[in-house]
Nanobody, 122 residues
Framework: QVQLVESGGRSVQAGGSLRLSCAAS????????MAWFRQAPGKEREFVAA????????GYAGSVQGRFTISKDSAKNTVYLQMNSLKAEDTAVYYC???????????????WGQGTQVTVSS
């Protein structure tokens, strides 16, 4: 049974940095993509960033390109999201996702974590 557990969310001032972690367990993730999505109050869930487990190739939403970095530690089965130059509009619940998808930006991820709250105050 696949489990994804996010951590690292908290309140931070605009311009600050945070690193989110997603601990994955329950299977080997070779051939999988690992992604971060977010959902702000009153808004739909949106893609943030993703990486292919095997190749390490990445993709980002335009709104976070150059500020956020997704990475993974295969030995720890953990995916990270380093968030720099945070803005108030980055405030959301951030979700980790895993799945065999065709495109990194797909919504068809099979497994989801419970989410972690990030609040950026201006």
């Amino acid at each position: 049974q696949v489990q994804l557990v996010e951590s690292g969310g908290r309140s931070v001032q605009a311009g600050g940095s945070l690193r989110l972690s997603c601990a994955a367990s329950g299977r080997t993730f070779s051939g999988y993509a690992m992604a971060w999505f977010r959902q702000a109050p009153g808004k739909e869930r949106e893609f943030v960033a993703a990486t292919w487990w095997s190749s390490g190739n990445t993709g980002y939403a335009g709104s976070v390109q150059g500020r956020f970095t997704i990475s993974k530690d295969s030995a720890k089965n953990t995916v990270y999201l380093q968030m720099n130059s945070l803005k108030a509009e980055d405030t959301a619940v951030y979700y980790c996702a895993a799945g065999r998808v065709i495109y990194l930006r797909s919504n068809d991820y099979a497994y989801w974590g419970q989410g972690t709250q990030v609040t950026v105050s201006s």
